[in-house]
């Protein structure tokens, strides 16, 4: 995720830090400072360390349940609303989405039992309501918190947990699609009512969450129907296959005049033989002319991790290849490493309008 960098590993996954969490750290510091001085500003930062340690925790409920179905977490980001766990892919057995969407409230409900029926921490949802006050109770606040987190959740809001167990239930009858479409447009209208809430009650944080609702609800649906409309698909049917290649020693000019004459938004790099080096991004491509270094070679700027598939090789398996590299195409190419074309996300999304398949 861009403005994100990495703090450590943990249990297979890389942990990263969203830079604007720390102006979250900023804000509630300066705020607590204001009321009670140095001693409030310190407890309040712990306490939002303490409960992010809890959301990590959610997180990791749900990196380590879907590990059970052999998918992969790559990372886990802090952001300032919460985290996100970065699964290869959802599962898309019905009953192992239930069971992956539910693990992280259930890390949550088994902190918030040894806080309250362990330690005999009393809590209750009113603590929310004085969450910055100091004086409120420490270890009260922080499993009123996790009740919290459980119930939010667990609102039918996709791609929030409790949307996704609404949609996996609909895909027991509907079809993984359909399901996630409806599913999609009941999260879209929560996200809306989040929205009116957070700017009548003057809250920042639930409108960032209704923002962040709405998109990862729109754009999920659309990656569930683009790996539908790819599914029995080979990968010779949707690849681009007319294409301008730049060859390695080509300055970043060149890739400017290529960029003005073609409508191609990213550029395979090749070698001598045509044989793949990279790919060059339009936006790579921008960020270094922007740079003043129009006269330099692309090759610095030239992206390698590009995943690489045969030409007999399915669609879907070039779509879940870029999807776990987050790479902007996926190489074709022949036995002997000859580029033969590529595919990107833009030319999917083409191809699943004048495809064969009907979705609905």
Request: proline share 5%; net charge neutral; with cysteine.
């Amino acid at each position: 995720m861009t403005w994100s960098f990495p703090i450590g590993r943990l249990l297979g996954s890389e942990l990263r830090v969203h830079a604007t969490f720390f102006l979250l750290l900023l804000w509630i510091g300066a705020a607590a400072w204001l009321e009670g001085g140095a001693p409030a500003a310190a407890e309040n930062l712990v306490f939002i360390l303490v409960l992010f340690a809890c959301v990590v925790a959610h997180e990791y409920g749900h990196a380590l349940m879907a590990r059970r179905y052999g998918i992969a977490t790559p990372d886990i980001t802090l952001l300032p609303i919460g985290g996100l766990a970065r699964l290869e892919r959802m599962p898309e057995r019905p009953g192992q989405e239930i069971a992956v969407a539910l693990a992280g409230p259930a890390v949550n409900v088994a902190i918030w039992a040894v806080l309250v029926l362990g330690l005999g921490v009393g809590s209750d949802l009113g603590r929310l309501a004085a969450i910055e006050d100091a004086g409120a109770g420490f270890w009260a606040r922080v499993a009123a918190v996790n009740l919290f987190l459980v119930l939010f959740n667990m609102l039918p809001a996709f791609p929030m947990d409790g949307g996704r167990v609404f949609r996996a239930l609909l895909a027991m009858r509907l079809g993984r699609v359909r399901a996630t479409r409806i599913a999609a447009l009941a999260g879209q209208a929560m996200a809306f009512v989040f929205g009116f809430l957070g700017l009548t009650g003057g809250s920042p944080v639930l409108v960032l969450i209704a923002i962040f609702v709405f998109v990862a609800a729109q754009a999920e649906s659309a990656d569930v129907a683009m790996r539908e409309a790819a599914r029995g698909v080979g990968v010779r049917d949707a690849m681009i296959t007319v294409y301008e290649a730049l060859p390695e020693e080509a300055t970043l000019a060149d890739a400017a005049a290529a960029l003005i004459r073609t409508t191609q938004h990213e550029f395979p790099v090749v070698d001598g033989r045509g044989r793949l080096a990279g790919f060059l991004t339009r936006q790579a491509l921008i960020a270094a002319l922007a740079e003043g270094r129009r006269s330099g070679p692309v090759a610095p700027v030239v992206r390698r991790d590009i995943p690489a598939v045969g030409p007999s090789a399915r669609l879907e398996r070039a779509v879940e290849a870029m999807a776990r590299a987050g790479a902007p195409a996926v190489a074709v190419v022949a036995p002997d490493g000859r580029l033969l074309g590529y595919v990107t996300p833009e030319n999917l999304g083409e191809f699943m309008m004048v495809g064969r398949r009907d979705l609905r």
